[in-house]
């Protein structure tokens, strides 16, 4: 499995414990109000520095850790001035999503929103899906009040096929892309 997959001006790769201070800096409200379980701001917001730094360190760990055989792959971010630009991964064992689909999800950091860095990301993780699982689709759901992340949904040309009401009571909006692949 290639280690970088790259567009020439974004690059995603593996998660590494040496993203910390980036991954440490790059969470903001919008990341946690549109991606993170009920509860877990508070939680977060309620530790000492070095108790995020040592929860986030955990967590980068896990993500390293577990890129291999699936059944999700985190991924890191990369431009040639600036290490992890954002986040995004996919995983073929999302509850909302057909088992062996993928469900993608993305964060971008708060300085280098809006240069479509997560749209190239996002398309770069669609052609590992293409390339390296059998996957067929992607879906990417979106609270209706997400302006932004709709946006990356419509920028990779992901078709909006329904709206549901999630276990928490949030209507979202499920785009789904079809992963062509070329014939052999
Ligand atoms: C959603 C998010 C990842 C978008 O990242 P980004 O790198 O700014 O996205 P891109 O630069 O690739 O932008 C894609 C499109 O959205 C538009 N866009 C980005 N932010 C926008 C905003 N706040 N309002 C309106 N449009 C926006 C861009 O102009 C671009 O439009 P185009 O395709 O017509 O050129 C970022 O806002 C974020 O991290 N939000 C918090 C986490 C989150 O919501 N994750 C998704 C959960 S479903």
Redesign the pocket.
């Known amino acids: 499995m290639p280690r970088v997959w790259t567009d020439g001006v974004v690059a995603i790769r593996r998660q590494e414990p040496a993203d910390l201070a980036a991954h440490l800096e790059a969470v903001d409200v ?2 946690m109000r ?2 993170w379980e009920p509860g877990d701001p508070q939680r977060y917001l309620a530790m000492s520095p070095q108790e995020q730094r040592a929860h986030q360190r955990r967590h980068l760990e896990h993500s390293h850790d577990t890129f291999g055989s699936g059944p999700k792959w985190a991924f890191s971010v990369d431009t040639a001035a600036d290490r992890y630009v ?1 986040y995004v991964d996919c995983d073929l064992a999302n509850d909302h999503v057909p088992l062996g689909e993928a469900n993608i ?4 950091a708060p300085q ?9 990301a996002v398309r770069l993780v669609c052609e590992f899906l293409r390339r390296e699982t059998s996957a067929r689709e992607a879906h ?4 209706p009040d ?4 709709l ?2 949904a ?2 990779i040309a992901a078709v909006e096929t329904e709206t549901f009401v999630n276990e928490r009571g949030l209507t979202m909006i499920r785009h789904v892309l079809v992963l062509n692949r070329a014939a052999p």
Request: aromatic share 10%.
């Open positions: 919008e990341q549109w991606l954002a999800s993305y964060a971008c280098h929103r809006g240069k479509g860095y997560t749209s190239r990417i759901l979106v609270d997400n302006v932004a992340s946006r990356v419509r920028a």
